[in-house]
């Protein structure tokens, strides 16, 4: 029998769109965990230089609301400033995260993902920690 690790991400068939399922021991673990997923998921490159850094605070509703407004804060970046992001430091205190990333311009993204869905999206709290099922609009 073998044991998932505390953290990841897989993806998982879909009928039109991508989707990934994401688990991690906490909040902030599951957000990281789904912003990496994400990128591969795209095929996202990062040039090695120059480094740079960012922070961000956003505030929602609900998890979920915050988990989408997040991710959807990262392709923002990625489109609009062609940043992309590699590591992570989140906070999330009640409908408040506050995250300082760190990473480069964006060398290639492979397969472009439009938006972050909400489609049946639900973030379950488990005995081991957090899952999610993520649905990307490709």
């Not at 994400?38 to 960012?54: I, K, Q, Y």
């Not at 990262?74 to 990473?103: C, H, N, P, W």
Request: charged residues 25%; aromatic residues 8%; contains cysteine.
């Amino acid at each position: 029998m073998t044991t998932r690790p505390s953290r990841g991400y897989q993806e998982v068939p879909h009928t039109a769109d991508w989707a990934l399922r994401v688990w991690a021991e906490d909040l902030p673990s599951l957000f990281v965990e789904a912003a990496i997923g994400m990128d591969v998921l795209a095929g996202r490159e990062l040039e090695t230089e120059p480094r740079l850094s960012r922070s961000l605070e956003l505030e929602a509703g609900d998890e979920e609301s915050l988990l989408v407004a997040f991710l959807s804060e990262l392709l923002y970046l990625q489109e609009q400033q062609g940043l992309g992001f590699d590591t992570y430091r989140i906070e999330i205190k009640g409908s408040r995260l506050r995250a300082v990333m760190e990473g480069a311009p964006l060398r290639s993204v492979a397969k472009p993902i439009k938006a972050v869905t909400f489609h049946n999206l639900h973030i379950a709290h488990t005995r081991s920690g957090c899952e999610v099922e993520l649905v990307f609009d490709v």
